[in-house]
DNA sequence: GAGCACATGTAATTTGTTACATGATTCC
DNA sequence: GGAATCATGTAACAAATTACATGTGCTC
């Protein structure tokens, strides 16, 4: 089977500073998931998977007091990895929002309930910026540290940047409807 | 089985003007679309569980020169649709993005070739609000005409202005890079 | 010694995608 | 007469989620 997206994320997360499956897990957990999401499972039988193909080589790490598998790229991995992040392949965003299409169907329901559901939204993206800001980010900045890695902070920034743009938006929508109550 | 996001699509697609799964299949590839997409091949199943259900009544259609199906919404349909929208269960924006995955990883490639993949960010984003713009919120506007929803036009308009940002971001961090050649 | 975080998995189910299949009508 | 669009599906496959399962070590 040829390599998937999630591949390439564990690729490029061991490449990012992550040895072990876990520490993979965490790493999407604080720093992709806004616009990237992975369950857990997937990753174990991928590291499985990227080993047998030779992309990345496994030892059980016995420094560690408890089990662990220790995962590092080899040559084939990080060039398989640039090769991925230069290719052109299309990059379709898939937005997937809940929110967004009950506010599409707004006009089924009453003015003031359609209100409250723009105000959850903008909640909700408040929320999601002072989540960025408070863990998204310092730990993307821990990593700028660690591993020299300048990037991550800049997709942090995107996303916080996104959520209050957001914010306002729906903010000037919230006002635009309750003109015409 | 309990009602699916799908599901809600339906029948928030009935209410909002289309008749049979061709025309919402038409209409979620002209506005729903950028935040919610769906392949054809779930529409027709979801239209029998729902007619099932009672939520949705269906006809053979003799008027129409074609083979075709119409369906229009219950009493039940839209109570729960309705219910639906007003409940306050969790939306989790699942953004799923390729581009931003890149973008993330973008330390492990040469500074040039990280500048030329913001630039096709960028590209991207211009591409498509000019989609949005000539064809989704076209579509919406007749929307609004035929059926006097007003939700549509906002989404459109909300997505439009989101590229729009995105390409201003994008072409920021742009010349930041290029900056640090 | 209780609870949490570490650490790795399996199995079953649900969901979504791709490829395939069919046939009618309209437009050029 | 050929291409595009209308219109509805089936079957096989791939991907993702949920629930379950297990055990260790650290901190309070």
């Known amino acids: ?4 997206n999630t591949s390439y994320l564990v690729l490029g997360m061991l490449h990012t500073g992550a040895k072990s499956g876990y520490d993979i897990k965490r790493m999407v957990e604080l720093s992709a998931r806004f616009f990237w999401k992975i369950s857990p499972v997937q ?9 047998e193909k030779g992309l990345i080589t496994g030892h059980d790490d016995l420094q560690s007091p408890r089990r662990r598998r220790s ?3 080899t040559d084939l991995g990080l060039t398989s990895l640039r090769n991925w992040l230069t290719g052109n392949d ?12 009950k506010l599409f169907f707004a006009d089924a329901i009453e003015p003031e309930q359609a209100i409250s559901h723009v105000r959850a939204l903008r909640e909700r993206s408040e929320a999601m910026a002072e989540r960025l800001h408070s ?5 993307a900045a821990e990593a700028q540290e660690a591993e020299g890695v300048e990037f991550p902070a ?5 996303g916080i940047e996104y959520h209050e743009w957001l914010v306002e938006w729906y903010g000037r929508l919230e006002s635009e409807l309750e003109a015409e109550l």
């Open 1 to 4: 089977m040829a390599l998937t």
């Open 43 to 51: 990753i174990y039988p991928e590291l499985q998977r990227l080993e």
């Open 71 to 73: 995962y590092e790229l």
């Open 90 to 101: 299309k990059m379709p965003i898939e937005l997937r929002d809940i929110g967004l299409l």
């Open 135 to 139: 863990q998204i980010q310092p730990a």
């Open 154 to 158: 800049r997709a942090a920034r995107l």
